[in-house]
């Protein structure tokens, strides 16, 4: 992007920057040689050459882009021509060398995975203080399983086992960017060693943003606009829907600057938006922005199909224009959706979504009668489990047999299911007072039988049969009606495991066909409800997921399993219908294409994910489906929900947090009990974790930050009057000022007593006493001063 302005009064900058105003540069990119490290070929023209997965499989070449490849401002070393020669690194331990030792802001990498799942590794970056510090890195691999992932870089196939045979399956190269300590020089980076593990880690390209060291006494902070970017966000701003353009600012100062209040935005920056068709209504505001930090606002804007190219204008508190940034394309804000996957591939997750961080699964239906399953399983998969295997190996087979006996199918626990005790009212006011800002609730799981009026598609559901009520109608219009801040979310698979309708589309566990008998295998079970269709897909599927979003009004499309499906068409009506009614919606990753946000299952990403994402896990440590086989104390308490909640908002995902109801419709208490708990801990610690963008994160500290305060989040309880804080080598951005308490239950927090010395190191006093108020997390807050 090109900038301008009056030079700067401090002296030369190095050769990256073109000078703006007094603090406003250009973001750089240096590109980190790779090519004499290539040690694997991953792309083919035909794919009878490469091994990019160590079995023969490798990238289409001609859909793979030419380099040098620019993204998001970012230059990447890529090769001119692909699937003639090595191309990637196999990252094992190799170091890549500086020209020179640099101050570095922030390093850029392409890279995938080579199989199918989610890749961690560790990169060592090795200072000219001698001092080592480590990046952890989260990523993905290269292609997924019946999912049309997000990624920079995609292809429409992969080819197979050096053959021109070809998978289907989206394949991908990513781009992550990863903030770099910058309190010394950087002199190499060390490569993660993935050689021995399951999903190697492969590296096409590496750039690298370096810091500015200023070489002259006075000290300003060097402002750079890192990105503007139009989004599909919108808010409603005096009856006109007004677009969020999401600017990110850096500071490229090093880190050894933090703690000095002239290398920082102090008191705020104004930031604006303006081309042809464009104007700001809502200006962004930053408070802050020490050396060696981002912040990242929206500005909200009245887009009129705006062409060309805008300019960013940043002003001090006064007024005065401090610089400004052109050449950022205007993307009009679409407020119509098509069935195509490029098209819909733009959306992400909308402005509410991304503040919650905090809601409630439930998992509720036929499998909640037996409400069992054997140790580490899921307890709503008793149908398959009693299935396979049909005999004594499966631990389901047996208590079967030994609580109901062999003339019981599974069928029949839909008498059982009464939802006699059930008031959609107590689990909103439960949900709410747990401090939860959504709820998915399963309408259909793979049993086939939902929770909704699935009308002519089947008659295997509650209205049609018993109990012959519409629970997901219930809920979702209590919640509109009676809890307006609520979000609203449905859960919906996809498959069927039984349905013989299903049967030309099963797959693995969910090969549809009709049970055999679990205890006389020549007879088949019934499939209580089912009706004479043509098409699984056209005339069940496909309409009754329609049905959610139109008829329901969901907020969330919480797909599972994916498989054949139809939800290009889906996503389509399901955007439009909200736009048109002034909401926004969004979409997971098991739809099976086009995802808003990735949706890891009882796991957490090992570091920040630049990507929406949510992870999700029931109150019970192995199951989502009520399990009586679980000891109620093996349910999460406040203190595990709490840490796992602040811990996956600090990687900048949401958390979903399961609680599996009785047949009657009760949440038992020992897992009410339990939300509650963290409930009260979110009353009054809750600032420090909506509406809150990740930061740092350090051993058992996390680190959160809204536009006027800074949250650190211990896991330890402080001890001994005082908690120390070592970033190692990242710079916190606290300032002379600057207020800090603890949150607590006391709404007066006192003032407490701080300083942070030269290397960046933090320590806090604290009264005991106020320690001992809290429980389970201790989240202190600074308030920024000015």
Known sequence: MRVFGVPLLCGALFSYFRTVKSSLVTFPSAVLPLSSLFNNQAASLDGTTGNFDGYGATYAAEYLPEGPWLYNGISYDLPSTWGQSQDNVIAEGQVVKLLNATYVHELHIVYAGDSSGGIAGTFSLNYADNSVKYLKFTGKGWWKWASLDFAEIRTPYHFEEYSSSKNWNSSHVYQISLSVPSRAPLESITLPDTSSTSNRLHIFALSMTPSFEPSCSLLVPQISVRSAQFSTRWEDVNGQRAQAVAITLANLLPGNYATSSNASIHPRYEISVAGEGVSTVTPGLVYRLASADQARVDVLVLNNEGTGNATVTIKDEFGNIVGTSVGWPIIPLRTEWTADADVLGTRETPTWWNQAKYGIFIHWGIYSVPAWGPPSSYAEWYNWDLHNPPNSSSKTWVHHLDTYGKDVVYDDFIANFTASTWNPSAWLDLFTEAGAKYFVIVTKHHDGYGLFDTKNTTHRSSVHLNPHRDFVKELMDTAKSDYPDMHRGTYYSLPEWFNPDYSKYGF??????????????????????????????????????????????????????????????????????????????????????????????????????????????????????????????????????????????????????????????????????????????????????????????????????????????????????????????????????????????????QSLQWNIDESGVLTVVVPQDQVDQVDYAWAFQVTYSG
Not at 528 to 545: A, C, F, K, V
Not at 631 to 652: C, M, R
Not at 655 to 679: H, K, Q, R, S, W
């Open 508 to 749: 693995g566990s969910w090969p549809g066909n009709l049970a055999h008998n679990a205890f006389n295998t020549s007879e088949l079970e019934p499939y209580t409800g089912i009706l004479n269709i043509s098409d699984y897909i056209e005339d069940l599927q496909y309409p009754q997921i329609l049905s959610l979003a139109l008829d329901y009004d969901t907020e969330i499309m919480w797909c599972d399993i994916g498989g054949p499906n139809k939800t290009l068409d889906f996503a389509a009506q399901f955007y439009n219908n909200a736009m048109q009614n002034g909401y926004q919606v969004t979409l997971n990753d098991r739809c099976g294409a086009v995802p808003d946000f990735d949706t890891p299952e009882y796991a957490t990403f090992g570091s920040l994910s630049t990507r929406s994402w949510e992870t999700s896990e029931g109150m019970d440590p192995n199951s989502y489906g009520l399990n009586t086989a679980t000891n109620a104390s093996e349910y999460k308490n406040g203190t595990t929900i709490i840490q796992t909640l602040v811990d996956v908002v600090s990687k900048n995902g949401n958390y979903l947090l399961d609680v599996g109801p009785t047949a009657e419709g009760d949440i038992i208490a020992p897992m009410a009990d339990n939300l509650l708990a963290a409930g009260k801990w979110l009353k009054y610690a809750g600032d420090c974790v909506y509406a809150t963008r990740p930061k740092i994160r350090l051993g058992s500290f996390r680190f959160l930050t809204t536009p006027k305060t800074f949250c650190i989040i211990a896991f330890n309880k402080p001890s001994d009057g005082q908690f120390t804080v070592d970033a190692g080598g990242a710079a916190l951005p606290i300032q002379e000022g600057d207020n800090i308490v603890l949150l607590g239950p006391s709404r007066n927090s």
